[in-house]
């Protein structure tokens, strides 16, 4: 069972950046794909970024440029230094795990395991 903890979310104006941490506890976490995700209010989850096991990363157009995804497999932590933030990035982020198969890395379906989430909240 691998268990998932998410921080560092809040209010931000626009602009401006935020790191979010997700600390992950459990067997064979290192072989374990991550990524962020995120729902606003009314929609459904959508992917964000990944970081597979294998060592590559994956962005949603979206964030590209303004959104980095890092991992520390020593403390088993995997992070999102978000900067330029937009409103429209506000969202509940979810910390997430799988197996990593590469079709489906940003399907919310090729994860087993998620955290709870945090708010990021981007103000005009």
């Known amino acids: 069972q691998v268990q998932l903890v998410e921080s560092g979310g809040g209010l931000v104006q626009t602009g401006g950046s935020l790191r979010l941490s997700c600390a992950a506890s459990g067997e064979n976490v290192n072989r374990l794909t991550m990524a962020w995700f995120r729902q606003a209010p009314g929609k459904e989850r959508e992917f964000v970024a990944a970081f597979r096991w294998t060592g590559t990363t994956h962005y949603t157009d979206s964030v590209k440029g303004r959104f980095t995804i890092s991992r520390d497999n020593a403390k088993n932590t995997v992070s999102l230094q978000m900067n330029g933030l937009k409103p429209e990035d506000t969202a509940v982020y979810y910390c997430?795990?799988?197996?990593?198969?590469?079709?489906?890395?940003?399907?919310?379906?090729?994860?087993?395991?998620w955290g709870q989430g945090t708010q990021v909240t981007v103000s005009s």
């Open positions: 997430a795990g799988g197996n990593g198969i590469l079709s489906t890395v940003a399907q919310v379906t090729g994860y087993k395991y």
